[in-house]
């Protein structure tokens, strides 16, 4: 027999060989059993679908390569075993006993952006199979045992583009009559897509559930919050109204007060939440107008200053020399400034020092920010401090009352004016919120721009 027909029918083996481990693999070695209960699992149909049409590829290969060991035709059986490997939607290696890579089909190219020949190449895989992954798979289809297969794996593939795509693979080998491996064949398909999706869901599911929580201790909080000033006015206006005790017209008009203020604090709280649900659907109306931010920072800090007196916090104010005009919604910049003198006041202990300043920036923005020396908030919060009804603790949201819309509320009106809000915070030491407004919104004509910054001789009160 001649070296080149010893050769022939060495490819022609081969051919056969793989032909038979590719049914064999698909079909028996349980590859679809696995792939189908992960595309069933995870709902992925395109997988679902592949492993159906898998089953009828194999079948057919199968019958085909039973036929032609009949009557060998190695150009058609070639030609056939290409079709079934470069027609399924995943990326195919198949590998002799030692490891070495035999074949690859379209998919693979595909994935990785090298060629057949390349994939070849030893040194290609140092590139495709980026960090520790490529010892990793070196351990998976070679120096096994037949038994220790099917194997499942999912690992990165990086193609020549430097894109990465997430594959799980399905190992099955193909056992001689010894019991050793013959062929090995690894299947890999696409994830990347669905774990994305996954993760999205569980983001998703997160967010959620955070929600739903928030919500939940708001409803709590808001009990509390609504049900005490409505107790007080019902319970004075009971008194006067029945005139169960010898009352004087000056307990009268102390009932009277009572009555006036704990209706304020009840309206106060039905306007935040009637003001998120405006701003969360989008209808903002700034009626925007020439603002004096002085003047609006002076009549803030007035609501403020008799609970800053009961608490003992003392009020201190920095306004640069003159400060431009600021052009905006006035109703939207008080709520802005009282929302967050308020919540300075709140949260500082009796001793403490409250400070709010205004100024403009390097780049021509007006800025405020307001300061505390109060319990301050955990570095885990402070992305969260923004989110409607979200409170830092239920504990503190109780003591201190409110329904944790102030921050939400001040955020989504500075963002109307186009500004960005910044808050920084140390546990017990204390809180800084930034307010920042474009500079398109100050009005530079009449004023020294130079001027402008807090520097000794600002108005400090």
Same mark, same amino acid.
């Given at each position: ?8 029918? *060495? ?5 056969? *060989? ?170 890999g398909f696409d994830i990347t897509e669905l774990r994305r999706f996954e993760g999205d869901l569980i983001t998703a599911k997160n967010d959620a559930e955070l929600a739903n929580r928030s919500k939940s201790e708001f409803l709590a909080n808001m009990s509390h919050e609504l049900r005490t000033p409505l ?89 640069? !020399? ?12 008080? !709520? ?25 920036? !390097? ?56 500004? !960005? ?41």
């Open positions: 027999m001649t070296q080149r027909s010893k050769t022939g029918e *060495d490819k022609g083996q081969l051919r056969r *060989d793989l032909g038979a481990a590719l049914g064999f693999a698909l079909n028996l070695g349980g590859l679809v059993v696995v792939g189908g209960l992960f595309a069933l699992e995870t709902g992925n149909l395109r997988v679902l679908s592949g492993i159906a049409g898998l089953v009828i590829l194999c079948n057919l290969a199968l019958a085909w390569h039973a036929q032609r060991s009949r009557a060998p035709e190695p150009v058609y059986a070639e030609a056939f075993v290409s079709l079934i490997l470069d027609s399924v939607d995943a990326a195919i290696t198949v590998y002799d006993a030692t490891g070495r890579l035999l074949r690859a089909n379209k998919g693979a190219e595909i994935f990785s952006g090298f060629s057949e020949a390349e994939l070849l190449e030893p040194e290609t895989w140092r590139h495709i199979l980026p960090d520790t992954d490529y010892e990793r798979v070196l351990e998976i289809v070679s120096g096994r045992h037949a038994d220790e297969y099917p194997i499942i794996n999912e690992n990165y593939w990086v193609h020549r583009s430097g894109e990465r795509r997430l594959l799980r693979w399905s190992n099955v080998a193909l056992k001689d009559p010894k019991g050793r491996i013959s062929l090995l064949v690894c299947i107790n007080a006015i019902l319970g004075f206006a009971e008194v006067i109204r029945d005139q169960r005790l010898a009352i004087d017209m000056e307990a009268t008009r102390r009932y009277a007060t009572d009555i006036y203020d704990s209706g304020y604090l009840l309206l106060q709280l039905i306007n935040d939440i009637l003001d998120m649900a405006k701003l969360e659907s989008g209808r903002v109306d700034l009626e925007e107008r020439e603002l004096d931010v002085p003047a609006i920072i002076a009549s803030s800090r007035r609501l403020v200053e008799q609970k800053a007196a009961e608490g003992g916090v003392t009020l201190k104010t920095e306004i640069a !020399q003159s400060l431009p005009p600021l052009m905006g919604g006035e109703r939207a910049l008080k !709520q802005i400034v009282l929302n967050l003198l308020s919540n300075a006041v709140k949260f500082t202990p009796d001793g403490g020092i409250a400070r709010i300043s205004a100024r403009l920036n !390097q780049h021509g923005g007006i800025e405020i920010a307001v300061s505390d020396s109060g319990i301050g908030i955990q570095a885990a919060s402070l992305e969260k401090l923004f989110q409607p009804f979200y409170q830092v603790d239920a504990k503190i949201s109780r003591r201190y009352g409110g329904t944790g819309l102030g921050l939400a509320i001040t955020k989504k009106l500075v963002e109307a004016h186009g500004g !960005q809000i910044a808050v920084s915070s140390l546990p017990n030491q204390g809180t800084t919120v930034i307010i920042t407004f474009p500079a398109v919104r100050t009005l530079h004509a009449l004023h020294d721009k130079e001027g402008s910054r807090p520097a000794p001789g600002s108005l400090t009160l």
